[in-house]
Protein backbone atom coordinates (compact mmCIF):
# COMPACT_ATOMS: atom_id res chain seq x y z
CA UNK A 1 0.00 0.00 0.00
CA UNK A 2 2.77 2.19 0.55
CA UNK A 3 4.55 1.61 -2.38
CA UNK A 4 2.37 3.35 -4.37
CA UNK A 5 3.50 6.60 -2.44
CA UNK A 6 6.96 5.94 -3.87
CA UNK A 7 6.30 7.83 -7.65
CA UNK A 8 8.34 10.64 -7.25
CA UNK A 9 6.76 12.84 -10.07
CA UNK A 10 4.02 15.53 -8.96
CA UNK A 11 2.73 15.99 -12.61
CA UNK A 12 2.20 19.81 -13.29
CA UNK A 13 -0.10 20.93 -15.75
CA UNK A 14 1.60 24.56 -16.59
CA UNK A 15 4.64 25.85 -15.59
CA UNK A 16 4.36 29.43 -15.93
CA UNK A 17 8.06 30.71 -15.48
CA UNK A 18 11.23 29.02 -14.28
CA UNK A 19 11.10 31.55 -11.13
CA UNK A 20 7.51 29.63 -10.39
CA UNK A 21 8.66 26.48 -10.34
CA UNK A 22 10.70 26.53 -6.93
CA UNK A 23 7.28 26.96 -5.54
CA UNK A 24 5.36 23.95 -7.08
CA UNK A 25 8.12 21.22 -7.40
CA UNK A 26 9.03 18.35 -4.54
CA UNK A 27 10.16 19.95 -1.63
CA UNK A 28 12.76 17.95 0.04
CA UNK A 29 15.11 17.83 2.91
CA UNK A 30 17.78 15.39 4.89
CA UNK A 31 18.79 16.40 7.97
CA UNK A 32 19.34 14.43 11.20
CA UNK A 33 18.05 14.35 15.33
CA UNK A 34 18.86 11.85 17.81
CA UNK A 35 19.36 8.25 18.22
CA UNK A 36 20.52 4.82 16.26
CA UNK A 37 19.31 1.03 15.72
CA UNK A 38 15.83 2.32 17.36
CA UNK A 39 12.96 0.20 18.18
CA UNK A 40 9.78 2.52 18.08
CA UNK A 41 7.49 0.14 20.62
CA UNK A 42 4.29 2.55 20.71
CA UNK A 43 2.55 5.00 18.10
CA UNK A 44 0.23 7.20 19.52
CA UNK A 45 -1.64 10.21 17.89
CA UNK A 46 -3.83 12.06 20.02
CA UNK A 47 -4.61 16.30 19.48
CA UNK A 48 -2.75 16.46 16.39
CA UNK A 49 0.34 15.20 17.68
CA UNK A 50 1.63 11.68 16.59
CA UNK A 51 3.99 10.22 19.41
CA UNK A 52 6.78 7.63 18.87
CA UNK A 53 8.38 6.57 21.41
CA UNK A 54 11.48 4.65 21.21
CA UNK A 55 14.20 3.10 22.70
CA UNK A 56 17.12 4.87 21.23
CA UNK A 57 19.18 8.30 23.01
CA UNK A 58 21.78 9.31 20.24
CA UNK A 59 21.25 10.03 16.41
CA UNK A 60 17.91 9.23 14.60
CA UNK A 61 18.65 8.87 10.74
CA UNK A 62 16.29 10.31 9.27
CA UNK A 63 15.09 11.67 5.32
CA UNK A 64 12.32 13.76 4.99
CA UNK A 65 10.45 14.65 1.62
CA UNK A 66 7.38 16.64 0.88
CA UNK A 67 5.53 15.78 -2.23
CA UNK A 68 2.30 17.74 -4.15
CA UNK A 69 -0.55 15.86 -5.84
CA UNK A 70 -1.25 14.29 -3.16
CA UNK A 71 0.30 16.44 -0.94
CA UNK A 72 1.86 14.41 1.55
CA UNK A 73 4.86 14.27 3.60
CA UNK A 74 7.32 10.91 3.81
CA UNK A 75 9.49 10.56 7.05
CA UNK A 76 11.58 7.58 6.66
CA UNK A 77 13.58 6.22 9.57
CA UNK A 78 16.70 4.29 8.89
CA UNK A 79 17.99 1.61 11.46
CA UNK A 80 14.57 1.52 12.78
CA UNK A 81 12.37 -1.36 13.28
CA UNK A 82 8.30 -0.81 14.47
CA UNK A 83 7.08 -3.05 17.12
CA UNK A 84 4.18 -3.86 15.84
CA UNK A 85 4.07 -6.00 12.41
CA UNK A 86 0.60 -3.70 11.42
CA UNK A 87 0.42 -0.16 9.87
CA UNK A 88 -0.67 2.18 12.06
CA UNK A 89 -3.27 4.49 10.72
CA UNK A 90 -5.52 7.51 11.53
CA UNK A 91 -7.55 8.52 8.76
CA UNK A 92 -9.99 11.58 8.15
CA UNK A 93 -8.37 13.52 10.64
CA UNK A 94 -10.03 17.09 10.35
CA UNK A 95 -7.92 20.07 10.28
CA UNK A 96 -5.54 20.25 7.79
CA UNK A 97 -3.45 17.08 7.69
CA UNK A 98 -6.03 14.37 6.61
CA UNK A 99 -4.53 11.01 7.51
CA UNK A 100 -1.18 9.47 8.99
CA UNK A 101 0.62 6.26 8.17
CA UNK A 102 3.43 4.44 10.26
CA UNK A 103 5.00 1.26 8.66
CA UNK A 104 7.68 -0.87 8.44
CA UNK A 105 8.45 0.05 4.88
CA UNK A 106 11.46 -2.11 4.34
CA UNK A 107 13.41 -4.51 6.60
CA UNK A 108 15.68 -1.39 8.46
CA UNK A 109 13.08 1.86 7.38
CA UNK A 110 10.10 2.57 9.37
CA UNK A 111 8.05 5.09 7.25
CA UNK A 112 5.90 7.97 8.09
CA UNK A 113 3.71 9.19 5.53
CA UNK A 114 1.34 12.26 6.96
CA UNK A 115 -1.52 13.47 3.88
CA UNK A 116 -2.82 17.21 3.67
CA UNK A 117 -4.48 19.59 1.58
CA UNK A 118 -1.74 21.30 1.05
CA UNK A 119 1.98 21.24 0.98
CA UNK A 120 1.83 24.22 3.30
CA UNK A 121 0.24 22.85 5.90
CA UNK A 122 2.96 19.84 6.14
CA UNK A 123 6.04 22.05 5.79
CA UNK A 124 4.41 23.29 9.04
CA UNK A 125 4.80 20.06 10.95
CA UNK A 126 6.94 20.59 13.45
CA UNK A 127 9.47 17.16 14.22
CA UNK A 128 10.88 16.99 17.72
CA UNK A 129 12.91 14.62 19.29
CA UNK A 130 12.40 15.15 22.98
CA UNK A 131 13.59 12.40 25.49
CA UNK A 132 12.98 9.19 23.77
CA UNK A 133 9.98 10.31 22.05
CA UNK A 134 9.95 11.65 18.54
CA UNK A 135 6.69 14.06 18.16
CA UNK A 136 5.07 15.33 15.36
CA UNK A 137 3.38 18.33 15.92
CA UNK A 138 0.93 18.96 13.38
CA UNK A 139 -0.88 21.95 14.46
CA UNK A 140 2.10 24.81 14.83
CA UNK A 141 0.86 27.83 15.15
CA UNK A 142 1.16 30.98 12.88
CA UNK A 143 3.09 33.53 13.46
CA UNK A 144 0.80 36.93 13.75
CA UNK A 145 2.23 39.72 11.87
CA UNK A 146 2.03 42.54 14.81
CA UNK A 147 3.38 45.80 12.53
CA UNK A 148 3.18 46.32 8.89
CA UNK A 149 5.04 50.65 8.08
CA UNK A 150 5.88 52.00 5.11
CA UNK A 151 8.19 54.98 5.27
CA UNK A 152 9.94 56.71 2.83
CA UNK A 153 9.52 53.97 0.19
CA UNK A 154 10.91 51.26 2.68
CA UNK A 155 8.25 48.75 3.95
CA UNK A 156 8.89 46.88 7.37
CA UNK A 157 6.57 44.21 8.94
CA UNK A 158 7.57 42.65 12.19
CA UNK A 159 5.95 39.36 13.53
CA UNK A 160 5.67 37.47 17.04
CA UNK A 161 8.40 34.90 15.47
CA UNK A 162 10.61 33.78 12.52
CA UNK A 163 9.11 34.61 9.27
CA UNK A 164 9.47 32.42 6.22
CA UNK A 165 9.63 34.80 3.22
CA UNK A 166 9.79 33.58 -0.74
CA UNK A 167 9.55 35.98 -3.16
CA UNK A 168 8.87 36.19 -6.63
CA UNK A 169 9.28 38.62 -10.02
CA UNK A 170 6.78 38.65 -12.39
CA UNK A 171 6.65 40.89 -15.26
CA UNK A 172 3.70 42.46 -17.54
CA UNK A 173 2.99 44.14 -14.98
CA UNK A 174 6.57 44.54 -13.06
CA UNK A 175 5.52 42.93 -9.99
CA UNK A 176 7.50 41.91 -6.68
CA UNK A 177 5.42 38.76 -5.11
CA UNK A 178 6.58 38.40 -1.18
CA UNK A 179 5.00 35.54 0.60
CA UNK A 180 5.24 35.25 4.37
CA UNK A 181 4.46 31.11 4.76
CA UNK A 182 2.95 30.54 8.15
CA UNK A 183 1.99 33.81 9.15
CA UNK A 184 -1.05 35.26 9.54
CA UNK A 185 -2.09 38.73 10.05
CA UNK A 186 -3.57 40.26 13.04
CA UNK A 187 -6.45 41.61 11.87
CA UNK A 188 -8.35 42.21 9.11
CA UNK A 189 -7.58 45.86 8.91
CA UNK A 190 -4.17 44.99 8.12
CA UNK A 191 -5.04 43.89 4.73
CA UNK A 192 -4.34 47.49 2.48
CA UNK A 193 -3.07 49.12 -0.50
CA UNK A 194 -0.87 51.72 -0.04
CA UNK A 195 0.04 53.90 -3.18
CA UNK A 196 3.39 55.25 -3.01
CA UNK A 197 3.33 58.44 -5.56
CA UNK A 198 2.84 57.75 -9.04
CA UNK A 199 4.50 54.90 -9.56
CA UNK A 200 3.62 52.11 -7.47
CA UNK A 201 1.31 50.38 -5.57
CA UNK A 202 1.45 47.51 -2.58
CA UNK A 203 -0.94 45.51 -1.56
CA UNK A 204 -0.92 43.41 1.67
CA UNK A 205 -3.47 40.65 1.99
CA UNK A 206 -4.07 36.89 3.60
CA UNK A 207 -3.76 35.05 0.43
CA UNK A 208 -4.32 31.77 1.96
CA UNK A 209 -5.14 30.88 5.80
CA UNK A 210 -1.32 30.51 5.99
CA UNK A 211 0.42 32.50 3.76
CA UNK A 212 0.05 36.19 4.16
CA UNK A 213 1.18 37.82 0.75
CA UNK A 214 2.75 41.21 -0.38
CA UNK A 215 2.39 42.26 -3.86
CA UNK A 216 4.10 45.44 -4.64
CA UNK A 217 3.39 46.57 -8.62
CA UNK A 218 4.97 49.68 -10.51
CA UNK A 219 7.66 50.50 -12.62
CA UNK A 220 10.37 49.78 -9.97
CA UNK A 221 9.46 46.85 -7.89
CA UNK A 222 12.69 44.91 -9.50
CA UNK A 223 14.77 47.18 -7.68
CA UNK A 224 13.65 46.57 -4.43
CA UNK A 225 15.25 44.39 -1.79
CA UNK A 226 14.22 41.92 0.57
CA UNK A 227 16.16 41.41 3.91
CA UNK A 228 15.64 39.75 7.21
CA UNK A 229 16.85 40.50 10.25
CA UNK A 230 18.35 37.98 12.44
CA UNK A 231 16.09 36.54 14.53
CA UNK A 232 13.81 36.29 11.80
CA UNK A 233 11.09 38.28 12.84
CA UNK A 234 11.55 41.24 10.57
CA UNK A 235 11.43 41.71 7.39
CA UNK A 236 12.20 45.31 5.17
CA UNK A 237 11.46 45.96 1.76
CA UNK A 238 13.82 48.43 1.07
CA UNK A 239 13.41 50.45 -2.41
CA UNK A 240 16.43 52.44 -3.51
CA UNK A 241 15.34 55.78 -2.50
CA UNK A 242 14.15 55.24 0.75
CA UNK A 243 16.65 56.29 3.61
CA UNK A 244 14.26 55.43 6.23
CA UNK A 245 15.15 54.38 10.02
CA UNK A 246 13.07 51.62 9.28
CA UNK A 247 16.35 50.23 8.17
CA UNK A 248 18.23 50.02 11.06
CA UNK A 249 19.17 47.02 12.28
CA UNK A 250 19.27 45.20 9.55
CA UNK A 251 22.66 46.84 8.48
CA UNK A 252 25.85 46.28 10.93
CA UNK A 253 29.38 48.69 10.73
CA UNK A 254 32.52 47.46 10.44
CA UNK A 255 34.58 49.91 12.88
CA UNK A 256 38.66 48.42 12.70
CA UNK A 257 41.02 47.13 10.19
CA UNK A 258 44.54 47.11 11.88
CA UNK A 259 47.12 44.86 12.61
CA UNK A 260 47.09 42.99 16.34
CA UNK A 261 50.84 41.58 15.99
CA UNK A 262 53.20 40.65 13.33
CA UNK A 263 56.87 38.58 13.41
CA UNK A 264 58.87 36.77 10.67
CA UNK A 265 56.88 33.94 9.91
CA UNK A 266 53.02 35.47 10.82
CA UNK A 267 50.61 37.97 11.27
CA UNK A 268 47.35 38.67 12.62
CA UNK A 269 44.70 41.10 11.44
CA UNK A 270 41.46 42.12 13.41
CA UNK A 271 38.55 43.26 11.76
CA UNK A 272 35.73 44.50 14.12
CA UNK A 273 32.23 45.14 13.71
CA UNK A 274 29.13 46.81 16.50
CA UNK A 275 27.72 42.81 16.08
CA UNK A 276 28.33 39.32 15.58
CA UNK A 277 30.34 39.50 12.25
CA UNK A 278 28.88 37.57 8.99
CA UNK A 279 31.74 36.35 6.93
CA UNK A 280 32.68 34.00 3.98
CA UNK A 281 35.85 33.98 2.65
CA UNK A 282 37.48 32.90 -0.64
CA UNK A 283 40.97 32.44 -1.84
CA UNK A 284 42.21 33.59 -5.89
CA UNK A 285 45.32 32.58 -7.44
CA UNK A 286 47.39 34.37 -9.83
CA UNK A 287 48.15 36.82 -8.09
CA UNK A 288 47.58 35.20 -4.51
CA UNK A 289 44.58 37.14 -2.66
CA UNK A 290 42.63 36.36 0.59
CA UNK A 291 38.94 37.67 -0.08
CA UNK A 292 36.68 38.34 3.01
CA UNK A 293 33.72 39.35 2.68
CA UNK A 294 31.27 40.36 5.30
CA UNK A 295 27.78 40.64 4.70
CA UNK A 296 25.50 43.21 5.19
CA UNK A 297 28.32 44.97 6.73
CA UNK A 298 29.08 48.79 5.73
CA UNK A 299 32.00 50.48 7.10
CA UNK A 300 32.33 53.13 9.00
CA UNK A 301 34.35 56.21 9.05
CA UNK A 302 37.37 54.88 11.45
CA UNK A 303 37.47 51.57 9.37
CA UNK A 304 40.57 51.42 7.58
CA UNK A 305 41.27 55.11 8.42
CA UNK A 306 44.72 54.41 9.78
CA UNK A 307 46.75 53.04 6.43
CA UNK A 308 48.21 49.59 7.39
CA UNK A 309 51.81 48.65 6.11
CA UNK A 310 52.74 46.21 4.36
CA UNK A 311 53.59 43.18 6.42
CA UNK A 312 56.12 39.88 5.97
CA UNK A 313 52.42 38.07 4.42
CA UNK A 314 50.54 40.81 2.54
CA UNK A 315 52.41 43.03 0.07
CA UNK A 316 48.78 45.25 0.56
CA UNK A 317 45.20 45.53 1.45
CA UNK A 318 42.53 46.46 -0.37
CA UNK A 319 38.38 46.82 1.01
CA UNK A 320 35.41 48.42 -0.45
CA UNK A 321 31.68 47.78 -0.89
CA UNK A 322 31.46 44.79 -2.73
CA UNK A 323 28.13 44.86 -4.41
CA UNK A 324 25.30 47.20 -5.15
CA UNK A 325 22.52 47.10 -3.23
CA UNK A 326 23.22 45.20 -0.63
CA UNK A 327 26.02 45.70 1.89
CA UNK A 328 28.77 43.58 1.54
CA UNK A 329 32.47 44.98 2.74
CA UNK A 330 35.18 43.27 0.71
CA UNK A 331 38.45 42.74 2.06
CA UNK A 332 41.42 41.77 -0.07
CA UNK A 333 44.37 40.87 0.96
CA UNK A 334 47.18 40.54 -1.35
CA UNK A 335 49.18 37.41 -0.20
CA UNK A 336 53.20 37.09 -0.71
CA UNK A 337 52.95 33.91 -2.46
CA UNK A 338 50.86 30.56 -2.51
CA UNK A 339 52.60 28.94 0.20
CA UNK A 340 50.52 31.31 2.93
CA UNK A 341 47.61 30.06 5.06
CA UNK A 342 45.18 31.56 7.13
CA UNK A 343 43.84 30.67 9.97
CA UNK A 344 40.59 32.69 11.46
CA UNK A 345 39.84 32.80 14.52
CA UNK A 346 36.60 34.93 16.87
CA UNK A 347 36.19 36.53 19.67
CA UNK A 348 33.65 34.83 22.20
CA UNK A 349 30.69 37.17 21.11
CA UNK A 350 31.90 37.25 17.61
CA UNK A 351 32.13 40.74 16.98
CA UNK A 352 36.08 40.61 16.18
CA UNK A 353 37.73 38.62 13.72
CA UNK A 354 41.64 37.69 14.03
CA UNK A 355 42.81 36.35 10.30
CA UNK A 356 46.47 34.81 11.11
CA UNK A 357 47.65 34.86 8.27
CA UNK A 358 51.20 32.21 8.12
CA UNK A 359 53.72 30.43 5.72
CA UNK A 360 56.99 31.58 4.03
CA UNK A 361 56.30 34.37 1.76
CA UNK A 362 57.84 34.41 -2.10
CA UNK A 363 57.55 37.82 -3.66
CA UNK A 364 59.33 35.94 -7.40
CA UNK A 365 56.96 34.88 -9.69
CA UNK A 366 54.02 32.99 -9.09
CA UNK A 367 54.60 29.37 -8.63
CA UNK A 368 52.98 28.02 -11.89
CA UNK A 369 52.81 24.68 -10.98
CA UNK A 370 49.62 24.25 -9.95
CA UNK A 371 47.15 22.87 -12.26
CA UNK A 372 47.11 25.83 -15.00
CA UNK A 373 45.14 23.70 -17.39
CA UNK A 374 43.49 26.39 -19.01
CA UNK A 375 45.40 28.79 -21.25
CA UNK A 376 45.78 31.83 -20.92
CA UNK A 377 44.69 34.76 -22.40
CA UNK A 378 45.87 36.64 -25.11
CA UNK A 379 46.96 39.45 -22.79
CA UNK A 380 45.88 42.31 -24.97
CA UNK A 381 42.12 40.79 -25.32
CA UNK A 382 41.99 41.12 -21.54
CA UNK A 383 38.67 42.23 -20.21
CA UNK A 384 35.98 42.19 -16.97
CA UNK A 385 33.55 39.54 -17.27
CA UNK A 386 30.47 39.14 -14.80
CA UNK A 387 29.78 35.72 -13.66
CA UNK A 388 25.77 35.29 -12.05
CA UNK A 389 25.15 32.05 -10.25
CA UNK A 390 21.65 32.21 -10.43
CA UNK A 391 19.46 31.91 -7.59
CA UNK A 392 20.32 31.80 -3.78
CA UNK A 393 19.45 32.62 -0.26
CA UNK A 394 15.75 31.76 0.00
CA UNK A 395 15.34 31.83 -3.78
CA UNK A 396 16.14 27.65 -4.60
CA UNK A 397 15.66 27.73 -8.13
CA UNK A 398 14.30 24.79 -9.14
CA UNK A 399 14.45 21.85 -5.81
CA UNK A 400 14.56 18.49 -7.12
CA UNK A 401 15.41 15.01 -5.13
CA UNK A 402 17.05 17.14 -2.11
CA UNK A 403 18.98 19.13 -4.61
CA UNK A 404 18.24 22.75 -4.98
CA UNK A 405 19.37 24.95 -7.66
CA UNK A 406 20.88 27.82 -6.67
CA UNK A 407 23.81 25.50 -5.01
CA UNK A 408 24.35 23.63 -8.43
CA UNK A 409 24.71 27.02 -9.92
CA UNK A 410 27.49 28.35 -7.52
CA UNK A 411 29.28 25.60 -7.52
CA UNK A 412 29.86 25.88 -11.32
CA UNK A 413 30.40 29.42 -11.42
CA UNK A 414 32.63 29.60 -8.72
CA UNK A 415 34.80 27.25 -10.89
CA UNK A 416 34.29 29.32 -13.84
CA UNK A 417 35.65 32.02 -11.78
CA UNK A 418 38.92 30.24 -10.87
CA UNK A 419 39.31 29.42 -14.36
CA UNK A 420 39.33 32.72 -15.41
CA UNK A 421 41.19 33.93 -12.80
CA UNK A 422 43.93 31.28 -13.87
CA UNK A 423 43.41 32.16 -17.37
CA UNK A 424 44.20 35.67 -16.59
CA UNK A 425 40.82 36.60 -17.45
CA UNK A 426 39.05 39.42 -14.26
CA UNK A 427 36.20 37.99 -13.29
CA UNK A 428 33.19 39.73 -11.26
CA UNK A 429 30.98 37.30 -9.48
CA UNK A 430 27.37 38.62 -8.90
CA UNK A 431 27.05 36.53 -5.57
CA UNK A 432 29.74 34.10 -3.84
CA UNK A 433 27.72 32.41 -1.49
CA UNK A 434 24.45 31.40 -0.33
CA UNK A 435 22.70 34.49 -0.54
CA UNK A 436 19.20 36.10 -1.97
CA UNK A 437 19.77 38.49 -4.60
CA UNK A 438 17.20 40.15 -6.87
CA UNK A 439 17.45 39.77 -10.68
CA UNK A 440 17.22 43.72 -10.80
CA UNK A 441 20.54 43.59 -8.48
CA UNK A 442 22.22 41.56 -11.00
CA UNK A 443 21.40 44.06 -13.62
CA UNK A 444 22.58 46.81 -11.26
CA UNK A 445 25.99 45.25 -10.41
CA UNK A 446 26.91 44.28 -14.09
CA UNK A 447 25.73 47.66 -15.26
CA UNK A 448 27.94 49.33 -12.43
CA UNK A 449 30.50 46.82 -12.90
CA UNK A 450 30.59 47.29 -16.88
CA UNK A 451 31.78 44.38 -17.89
CA UNK A 452 32.85 43.06 -21.26
CA UNK A 453 30.22 40.28 -21.12
CA UNK A 454 27.51 38.67 -18.49
CA UNK A 455 27.18 35.07 -18.36
CA UNK A 456 24.48 33.94 -15.51
CA UNK A 457 24.66 29.99 -14.94
CA UNK A 458 21.19 28.51 -14.26
CA UNK A 459 19.98 24.56 -13.99
CA UNK A 460 16.96 23.62 -15.56
CA UNK A 461 13.58 21.93 -14.47
CA UNK A 462 10.61 20.34 -16.13
CA UNK A 463 8.69 18.14 -13.54
CA UNK A 464 5.95 17.36 -16.41
CA UNK A 465 8.54 15.83 -18.65
CA UNK A 466 11.24 13.95 -16.52
CA UNK A 467 12.81 12.76 -19.94
CA UNK A 468 13.90 16.22 -21.29
CA UNK A 469 17.64 16.97 -21.35
CA UNK A 470 20.00 18.63 -23.01
CA UNK A 471 21.91 22.22 -23.32
CA UNK A 472 20.21 25.59 -23.41
CA UNK A 473 21.89 28.93 -24.16
CA UNK A 474 19.51 32.07 -23.83
CA UNK A 475 20.15 35.58 -25.43
CA UNK A 476 18.18 38.78 -25.75
CA UNK A 477 20.41 40.85 -27.85
CA UNK A 478 22.16 40.43 -31.27
CA UNK A 479 25.59 40.57 -29.18
CA UNK A 480 24.18 38.01 -26.81
CA UNK A 481 23.68 35.98 -30.07
CA UNK A 482 27.38 35.60 -30.89
CA UNK A 483 28.30 34.97 -26.68
CA UNK A 484 25.69 32.40 -26.93
CA UNK A 485 26.63 30.72 -30.17
CA UNK A 486 30.47 30.77 -29.06
CA UNK A 487 29.98 29.12 -25.45
CA UNK A 488 27.00 26.45 -26.65
CA UNK A 489 29.46 25.25 -29.14
CA UNK A 490 32.45 25.06 -26.68
CA UNK A 491 30.18 23.04 -24.06
CA UNK A 492 28.94 20.40 -26.68
CA UNK A 493 32.50 20.21 -27.84
CA UNK A 494 33.64 19.71 -24.53
CA UNK A 495 30.88 18.06 -22.30
CA UNK A 496 29.28 15.71 -24.13
CA UNK A 497 25.73 16.79 -23.47
CA UNK A 498 22.08 16.79 -25.41
CA UNK A 499 22.23 20.20 -28.14
CA UNK A 500 19.36 21.86 -26.42
CA UNK A 501 20.07 24.91 -28.71
CA UNK A 502 21.00 28.48 -28.86
CA UNK A 503 17.66 30.10 -28.15
CA UNK A 504 16.13 33.87 -27.57
CA UNK A 505 14.20 34.70 -24.98
CA UNK A 506 13.58 38.12 -22.80
CA UNK A 507 14.84 36.56 -19.50
CA UNK A 508 15.36 39.53 -17.00
CA UNK A 509 18.89 39.53 -16.72
CA UNK A 510 19.46 39.19 -20.64
CA UNK A 511 17.07 41.80 -21.37
CA UNK A 512 18.70 44.77 -18.81
CA UNK A 513 22.18 44.20 -18.52
CA UNK A 514 23.66 46.21 -21.08
CA UNK A 515 26.69 44.19 -21.49
CA UNK A 516 26.21 41.00 -24.30
CA UNK A 517 24.66 38.60 -22.20
CA UNK A 518 23.19 34.87 -21.69
CA UNK A 519 22.03 32.78 -19.69
CA UNK A 520 23.41 28.73 -19.40
CA UNK A 521 20.32 26.61 -18.47
CA UNK A 522 23.31 23.36 -18.43
CA UNK A 523 21.29 20.66 -17.92
CA UNK A 524 17.61 19.50 -16.55
CA UNK A 525 17.48 18.70 -12.60
CA UNK A 526 14.61 16.66 -13.28
CA UNK A 527 16.16 14.39 -16.01
CA UNK A 528 17.59 11.91 -13.12
CA UNK A 529 20.97 11.08 -15.17
CA UNK A 530 21.74 15.12 -15.74
CA UNK A 531 21.02 15.91 -12.10
CA UNK A 532 23.31 13.16 -11.10
CA UNK A 533 26.13 14.88 -13.57
CA UNK A 534 25.06 18.22 -12.40
CA UNK A 535 25.61 17.53 -8.83
CA UNK A 536 29.07 15.81 -9.47
CA UNK A 537 32.18 17.42 -8.78
CA UNK A 538 34.18 16.45 -11.90
CA UNK A 539 31.06 16.79 -14.32
CA UNK A 540 31.17 20.63 -13.03
CA UNK A 541 34.41 21.33 -13.53
CA UNK A 542 33.91 20.19 -16.91
CA UNK A 543 31.06 22.59 -17.30
CA UNK A 544 32.94 25.29 -15.51
CA UNK A 545 35.93 25.17 -18.09
CA UNK A 546 34.12 24.52 -20.95
CA UNK A 547 32.45 28.32 -20.43
CA UNK A 548 35.67 29.57 -19.21
CA UNK A 549 37.45 28.52 -22.43
CA UNK A 550 34.07 29.69 -24.34
CA UNK A 551 34.30 33.19 -22.65
CA UNK A 552 38.34 33.39 -23.65
CA UNK A 553 37.43 32.31 -27.59
CA UNK A 554 34.84 35.08 -27.63
CA UNK A 555 37.01 37.61 -25.59
CA UNK A 556 39.80 36.95 -28.18
CA UNK A 557 37.56 37.18 -31.14
CA UNK A 558 35.34 40.27 -30.52
ZN1 LIG B 1 17.34 29.02 -12.59
New binding site residues.
Given amino acids: MIAKYMKKNSFLKTIQS??L?FLLVNLCFTAQVYAKDLNITEVLYRNHVLSLKHDSFSDIKFKKRIYNDPARLVFDIYDAKLDSPLTFREENITGDISSVRVAQFEANTVRIVCEAKNTIALEKIKIENIGQTLYFKFRVRNVILQDISFQDGDLRIVADGPMVPRTILLDDPERLVLDLIGAELKSVSQEQKIDNGVDESIRISQFETSIVRVVFTGKKTHDREVRISDNEKQIIVIGKEGKSRAREGFTDELTKLAILNEDAKSVTYQISGEKKLHYKFLKLHNPERLVVDFIDHEMNDSFGAEPLAETSMVSDIRFGKATVGRPVTRVVFDLRGSKIEEEFKENSDGTALYIRLKGEASDEEEDQEQDLDIKAINPSKKAIVVIDA??GGYDY??IYEGYN??DI?LDVANKVNSYLAQAGVDSYMTRTEDRFISLAERVDISNTVAPKIFVSV????ITSNTKMSGLQTYYYSSTGYKLASVIHKQLLKEVKMEDGHVRKSNFFVCKNTRAPSI?I?MGFMTNKDELRKLTSDSYQNKLAKAIAEGIIEYLEKY
Fill in positions: FLLGHGAEKNHSNALE
